[in-house]
């Protein structure tokens, strides 16, 4: 049982467009949301997390969209840029500092 | 400087071994988890490493094949015992603190690349 779903399994995106990825999740419990970002061989770095008191997240050129009626979160990224070709994930646990639920993640291509 | 390593980086095994990863981060911390991605998978939480008692696993997980341990507050090994082919996988350390940057979110380390032949 997936309780965390990305459906998209790549992305493709021109630079300086808006990348945008999405998260479904099932588990009502959930209430703090992360996204990471993975390179090859190494390991992920955490990008952007939003708790459930709130709907909206930015840092930089990530912004987090949470929509808890619809158990859904989604990731933009604006402009997009080469060096964000990677591997991104989102995760989910049932309060801050608790183990982590991950999605089967979104592979990220941004083209020059 | 890494603010957690993990140790070795990658590693080929022989069938029916066993491998211990080590952990160390550069500060204290109260939670450690222990995660594996298999090729092409997502990240599946292995246990959560507890200071000074035995680790909680996950469904599927058992101490037996995976035993851990966590000395005190910035270390921690996994082993991967009487190793299998199906154990192919990249093992992964995360810790989260009180103290920047480990309580921003949660922290890998670089992971371990197990290859079992």
Not at chain 1, 3 to 32: A, H, W
Request: proline share 5%.
């Amino acid at each position: 049982d997936q309780q965390v779903k990305q459906n998209s399994p790549s992305l493709s995106v021109q630079e300086g467009r808006i990348s945008i990825l999405n998260c479904d999740y099932t588990n009502s419990m959930f209430d703090y949301f992360l996204w990471y970002k993975k390179y090859p061989a190494e390991g992920p770095t955490f990008l952007i997390s939003i708790s459930s008191i709130k709907d909206k997240n930015e840092d930089g050129r990530f912004t987090v969209f949470l929509n808890k009626s619809a158990k859904h979160l989604s990731l933009h990224i604006v402009p997009s840029q080469p060096g964000d070709s990677a591997v991104y994930f989102c995760a989910a646990s049932e309060g801050a500092g608790n183990k982590l639920t991950f999605g089967g993640g979104t592979r990220v291509l941004v083209k020059p | 400087s890494a603010v957690i390593s993990q140790k070795p980086s990658r590693d080929i095994c022989q069938r029916g071994t066993s491998l211990t990863i080590q952990c160390q981060v550069d500060s204290q911390v109260t939670m450690m988890f222990w995660y594996r991605q298999q090729p092409g998978q997502s990240l599946t939480l292995i246990a959560t490493a507890n200071q000074g008692s035995e680790a909680t696993y996950e469904s599927g997980f058992v101490i037996d094949k995976f035993p851990i341990s966590r000395p005190n507050l910035t270390f921690s090994t996994l082993t991967v015992s009487n190793m299998s082919p199906e154990d192919s996988s990249i093992y992964l350390c995360s810790a989260k603190g009180t103290r920047f940057p480990l309580n921003y979110g949660y922290t890998f380390g670089s992971g371990t690349r197990l290859t079992v032949v």
